[in-house]
């Protein structure tokens, strides 16, 4: 067992050596659209007006799709717009599986390490919001508030740097972070001033916005390092657009007076300022990951990790002894309960539970009780309230599987000797059952651990939180990914080594 575990440990740490080390030449990207004649451009599927799925023909519209398909017209190909999330659209590009980046793509120099920028075909501002009557006047007074934003959005990257005393939440998109927003989950949140003028107009709702923008980005095209000959074309198509009136004619179908935002066009493309030199910096090292402050992150998500997943375990574990025995008793109504509450819990998905505990649990709530949440760290307390809750149901099925594997004479013998119901439960059935369920109690408690991840969609800090922030600022992506599965299988091995001891233990009395 030894051997095999020693093997398993050496086999990731050479695979991970492999793709740092022996990571592909760049080809030709170029080329390769030619010969197959399509340019697959990356862009967003839930972010109107640069992109999004028309509700009539189910395809992808949008700002970004009309200049990728005009840069594939430049080059001679048909374009293949592909949608692409907003925290994965680098690696997505760096991985191969797209030629051009065309995706609310904002100049930063963390980005201009990882891939080449084209010219620039945008211009935003990034701006807080806050409720109306906060007395958040300007981004100094954000210092320990709670801020929502986007996950892998540059506003929450320049959020980091200009308060790094603020609390930032973030979510899996833009909704999930204004909802939070609107439920007074968060203080203020962080997005582009189109996004919160879009959101304004949507939702009905009413919110004051910094005048001091907290940024002011430019946006390009991204391309992997190294392909000039397309960064080339690409470049030239955004020029030509330029002149001849096409770039403006794109914005004005989308912004223009006509439009729900009734903007005009104030920027023209040109080079990105400071660009070209920081295309010239080399890449990031797996070192990077070692510098400050990255370390303190990883640690403080795994320490997160194993507080949620104890306190779930121990939730989940007294929800399934109390659901145990209302099921063993004869009372068919509660029967049916339990039976409903089990079935439940068990088909529907995980994720869906732990954004309904944050989202809609606590408006059922006194008053009283959204206070002490909103006080004491909801999302860590409301996480563990989703998973205890959810695996109780698992648990309770394998206490039961125990309990029906102990022979009926057990009961009837303690019961001759005078034993009452309780105590025979407690005395002769339940220390049985416990040790019988041990195998699938352990796969359910390597269950909860690992599903503890998802409580990363309502912004709890835990491992994979912390592991994906890491990615936003550095974009080592394999890296940091390899070193979060190295976390997660040492713990794991460890809780199978600690069951496997407990299992011999209890066999040999």
């Not at 999004?52 to 840069?71: I, M, N, Q």
């Not at 009452?420 to 040790?435: C, D, M, N, S, Y």
Request: charged letters at 15%.
């Amino acid at each position: 067992m030894r051997r095999a575990i020693l093997a398993a440990v050496a086999a990731i740490l050479g695979l991970g050596a492999a793709i740092f080390l022996f990571a592909p030449e760049p080809s030709d990207t170029l080329q390769q659209v030619r010969s197959r004649g399509t340019l697959i451009c990356g862009v967003s599927s839930s972010i109107k007006p640069f992109g999004y799925l028309d509700p009539a023909s189910r395809e992808l519209v949008g700002y970004d799709v009309d200049f990728c398909r005009a840069v594939a017209e430049h080059i001679g190909v048909r374009a293949q717009p592909m949608a692409v999330s907003v925290e994965q659209r680098i690696p997505e590009l760096n991985a191969g599986r797209i030629d051009l980046l065309v995706s609310v793509l904002g100049w930063t120099p963390e980005r201009a390490r990882q891939i080449d920028y084209s010219h620039s075909y945008f211009v935003s501002r990034q701006v807080v919001i806050v409720p109306h009557g906060s007395d958040i006047r300007d981004l100094a007074e954000l210092a320990n508030r709670r801020v929502s934003a986007a996950k892998g959005s540059t506003g929450e990257q320049y959020l980091r740097v200009k308060v790094p005393g603020a609390a930032v939440l973030t979510f899996q998109d833009a909704p999930s972070a204004f909802l939070a927003f609107e439920q007074g989950k968060v203080d203020a949140m962080v997005l582009s001033d189109l996004a919160a003028m879009q959101l304004r107009q949507e939702s009905g709702s009413d919110f004051a916005t910094i005048r001091q923008p907290i940024a002011i980005e430019t946006w390009g095209l991204g391309v992997r390092k190294g392909e000039k000959a397309l960064l080339h074309q690409v470049n030239a198509a955004l020029t030509e657009m330029e002149v001849k009136g096409q770039a403006e004619a794109i914005f004005t179908k989308w912004f223009g007076p006509g439009t729900e935002f009734a903007q005009s066009r104030t920027f023209k493309v040109q080079p990105i300022a400071n660009g070209d030199q920081a295309a010239e910096q080399t890449d990031g090292t797996l070192l990077d990951l070692l510098k400050a402050p990255y370390p303190g992150w990883l640690w403080q998500g795994f320490l997160t990790t194993l507080h949620l997943t104890g306190l779930s375990w121990v939730l989940a574990f007294a929800i399934a002894m109390l659901l145990t025995g209302l099921r063993m008793s004869r009372v068919v109504p509660l029967q049916w309960f339990v039976s409903t509450y089990v079935e439940f819990s068990r088909n529907i998905p995980l994720l869906v539970q732990v954004m309904f505990w944050y989202f809609a649990m606590p408006s059922l709530l006194p008053d009283g009780a959204q206070l002490w949440l909103q006080n004491h760290n909801s999302e860590f307390v409301l996480a563990t309230c989703a998973l205890g809750f959810c695996l109780a149901g698992y648990f309770a099925e394998s206490i039961r599987s125990g309990i029906r594997a102990i022979p009926n004479g057990q009961e009837e013998a303690a019961r001759a000797l005078g034993f009452g119901g309780v105590k025979t439960l407690r005395f002769i059935i339940i220390p049985q059952a416990i040790r019988l369920s041990l195998p699938p109690l352990m796969n359910n408690t390597l269950l909860l651990f690992q599903n503890s991840s998802i409580a990363l969609a309502i912004g709890v800090h835990e491992l994979m939180y912390q592991t994906r922030a890491i990615e936003n600022e550095t974009y080592r992506t394999v890296a940091i990914f390899a070193l979060a599965t190295l976390m997660y299988f040492s713990v794991s091995l460890l809780l199978m080594f600690q069951a496997a001891r407990v299992e011999r233990r209890l066999a040999k009395r």
